[in-house]
Structures are given as C-alpha cells and as structure tokens.
C-alpha cells in the first residue's frame, strides 16, 4: 500500500504559477512511478505528467508541455509539479497517482491521492 497526499493548489491569476507536492508513505516510493492527473467539472480524468521511478524520464500531455514541470525527490518521498503561465482551461482537481509498469492510462496507477484543487482565474 502507498498512501498519497497532495497540496499547494490553490486560486491564481492567468499567467500565474503554483507548485503541487505529492507525498508519499508506505512502501517504498522509488519502487513507482509518479503520475499526476487532473479533472474538472464535467470532464473525465486526464494525464498530465508522468515520472520515472529514478526521475530520468518524464512525459506530458500536450496541453501542458512547456509550461509544467515534473520532479520528484525518492530522498524525501515526494514528487511536484511546477505550474507556470497558467491558464483557466487549467483549473482542475489535480490527483497525484503512483503506478508499478509507468504509463499515460489512468488505468495502470494502483494508487490515488485524494486531489487538490485548483483555480485559475482570466
């Protein structure tokens, strides 16, 4: 089992950044990769970023690529996600999730935090 919490969403200016973090307990992090999702109203559950178990390789959806960074720290237990020139169409639940085979599909994560919320306003 691994437990996930996230925090640092909060409300923002367009143009604006935050910081999310993940933090993980349980087993051993660096076993998982890390992905991060997000949902808004309405809308299924998207990808957003994925991490690698040693933090080598990250993947993005296209919608963030340029602008959101993933990282994480195994030392420390935790991963982030670094917003910048944020946008409304990013206002989202955001959801930390932790997968043994490291995938885009929401289908392969095994693990869920509880979300974050976040807020972009024009």
């Known amino acids: 089992q691994v437990q996930l919490v996230e925090s640092g969403g909060g409300l923002v200016q367009a143009g604006g950044s935050l910081r999310l973090t993940c933090a993980a307990s349980?087993?051993?992090?660096?076993?998982?990769?890390m992905g991060w999702f997000r949902q808004a109203p309405g809308n299924e559950r998207e990808f957003v970023a994925v991490i690698s178990r040693s933090g080598g390789s990250t993947t993005y959806a296209n919608s963030v690529k340029g602008r959101f960074t993933i990282s994480r720290d195994n030392a420390k237990n935790t991963m982030y996600l670094q917003m910048n020139s944020l946008e409304p169409e990013d206002t989202a639940v955001y959801y930390c999730?932790?997968?043994?085979?490291?995938?885009?599909?929401?289908?392969?994560?095994?693990?869920w935090g509880q979300g974050t919320q976040v807020t972009v306003s024009s």
């Open positions: 999730a932790a997968s043994a085979r490291g995938s885009v599909s929401i289908l392969e994560y095994d693990y």
């Open positions: 349980g087993r051993t992090f660096s076993w998982y990769h």
